[in-house]
């Protein structure tokens, strides 16, 4: 089993950063790929972004390219999400997610087998 850890939350101010990571902790972490998700309050969950463990190749949201970026540390078992330029739309609680293989597109919810519980994001007008 795999047990992924968020962190790095919080509250900010509109045009501030926020780094989240995501631990993942368990059998030994072979994922083909991690994600990051995010729901906001009396939305359905969204994709933000992924990045293969092998290689890095990464993917994003189309309205978050140039604002996040998802990266990893294959030493740490930990996957990244650097957040800047932050808006008040981007209030959330952002959740990180692993894959073990490639069927399903990575945009999807539905590829992805572990999950963390998630950390929170306010981001102040």
């Known amino acids: 089993q795999v047990q992924l850890a968020e962190s790095g939350g919080g509250l900010v101010q509109a045009g501030g950063s926020l780094r989240l990571s995501c631990a993942a902790s368990?059998?030994?972490?072979?994922?083909?790929?991690m994600g990051w998700f995010r729901q906001a309050p009396g939305k359905e969950r969204e994709f933000v972004a992924h990045?293969?463990?092998?290689?890095?190749?990464?993917t994003y949201a189309d309205s978050l390219k140039g604002r996040f970026t998802i990266s990893k540390d294959n030493a740490k078992n930990t996957v990244y999400l650097q957040m800047n330029s932050l808006k008040p739309e981007d209030t959330a609680v952002y959740y990180c997610?692993?894959?073990?293989?490639?069927?399903?597109?990575?945009?999807?919810?539905?590829?992805?087998?572990?999950w963390g519980q998630g950390t929170q994001v306010t981001v102040s007008s």
């Open positions: 997610a692993a894959r073990q293989s490639w069927g399903s597109t990575a945009s999807s919810d539905r590829a992805y087998d572990y």
């Open positions: 368990g059998r030994t972490f072979r994922p083909y790929g």
């Open positions: 990045i293969r463990w092998s290689g890095g190749s990464t």
